[in-house]
């Protein structure tokens, strides 16, 4: 069977060569002489939507017993802050190319249609709840401002609202709505997938750069200390002329990813297709880094993959006044069978590209936190962590601060592409250590379905027990529910690294810790 060698590295597309080898085999060699990348925690961040029960009935529920006084579920709170959220983006999505933010301020809230998503929002959780929210879990607010049907100024005056201390209209608004001091909301969007044909408002090529280029001054004439995106594409088309009417304003730009496609058909794939999938963030990365380098601003502007998931949201009928069925058949998104090992493994996969390639990246927001896709199912009884949440609770807990090239050589998988099978690589692994590179957390994806791997760790002759957390179901399409919310859970153990070789369980993610 074909061995592939990877040449892993924060620099540049992987290096490909052949060999023939036994299966069920990988092998490492840690560049521990090179200087290590410090990455941003912001890769571990979170997105919530006003879609469904993501807010009303997943994170904020007034009059429940589960709840605090402010209405926020206590619950949800306390699982958030053990992934040690770092920030999250907020309010959409879609949801913000029609939302106009004064609604949703001040002690008199009126409900107001939501244009795309096709119902009535009540207006009762807005910026000062998110903000107030955001501080409960401990993460960074994010605001996303309407590009759609609103208007630079627009944006502008939510700045003012946020940031300013006592000087404006906007400033005096949120003091006398009872928060005397600034909220100092750092990160800011202009938009969200204005390019598409879906989004409200969507905006050609030649408006586009131009519309962010002046919604950026005003922002910036509010407020000089912020950080701004821009909705972007990994493609030249679209990217080349936004950066080039407004880069110099710009810190980041914002890319998005689903790949098992099902707005409109709730087919969830099968695992080793969702396997193909695990691989194909990292092309989407380097596009994007490739057009930053294209123009220039590969050393200034950075990349927020700022929407992801394995899976995209089962809305059917977006963008049609839609019937009450079609609304409930959003329902389907909550169902917990759905989220199994595969979306486990392909989200460990995309974390690792990440962190690869973590000199452009420096934020990526899991789309939803809460229901929907999300890593926590929230329901009036309680919550259950579906696997992708011990994913991100390993990644946000036992790496190490810094990111280490590694070059990876695996034994190949077969996975289903079209009519035809495709090899991709067994093995996945993302390499972290110290700051004295004394202690390391490797963390190793085994995509097999069914086979166990031997994997080399190249740190030579070395046997002695070392700790390890795996995360691995009984089949691959074990998952987490409220009769069985832990089926599938880390597994905290010592293992025997017997000269540098580890076994991998089939379909498993693995964080090993060494001292070095």
Known sequence: MRKILLIMSLMGMPILSFSQSQVNQAS?????????????????????????????????????????????????IEALRELKVPVVRWPGGCFVSSYHWLDGVGPIRTPAYDKAWHVEDPNTFGTDEFIAWCRKIGAEPFICTNAGTGTPEE??????????TDMGKFARMRINNGHPEPYNVKYWSIGNENYGSWELGAKTVDEWGYFVRESAKLM??????????????????WTIPLLQRAGQYL??????????????????SDYLTCMRFSVMPESRIQNTIAILKQTGYDKKIKIAFDEWNLRSWHHPGHGNRLEEQNIKARDLNDDNSTYTMADALFSASFLNSCLRNSRHVCMACMAPV????????????????????????????????????VQISSDMLEVPSGNRNISIPTVDAIVTCSDNKKILSIALVNKHPEKSVECNLGLGNVSKKIDAVTLSGDSTEAYNDIDKPDRVIPERKQINMKNSRVMLPAHSLTILIIEI
């Open 28 to 76: 490492l060699k840690i560049m521990k002489d090179s200087v290590p990348i410090v990455y941003d925690r912001m890769i571990f961040g979170q997105f919530i939507e006003h879609f469904h029960r993501q807010i009303y009935g997943g994170i904020y529920e007034p009059g429940s017993n589960l709840s605090d006084e402010e209405g926020f579920r206590k619950d949800v």
């Open 155 to 164: 944006m502008s005056d939510w700045v003012e609202y946020c940031n300013l």
């Open 220 to 237: 910036y004439n509010v407020d000089i200390t912020v950080k701004l995106f821009a909705a972007a594409l990994p493609d030249t088309s």
């Open 251 to 268: 810190d980041y730009i914002s890319i998005h990813g689903y790949w098992d496609r099902l707005q409109h058909v709730n087919n969830p």
């Open 370 to 405: 809460v229901n929907t896709r999300g890593p926590l199912y929230v329901y009036p009884e309680g919550i259950v962590k579906r696997t992708t949440f011990h994913v991100m609770s390993m990644y946000a807990n036992l790496l190490q601060p810094n990111v280490l090239p």
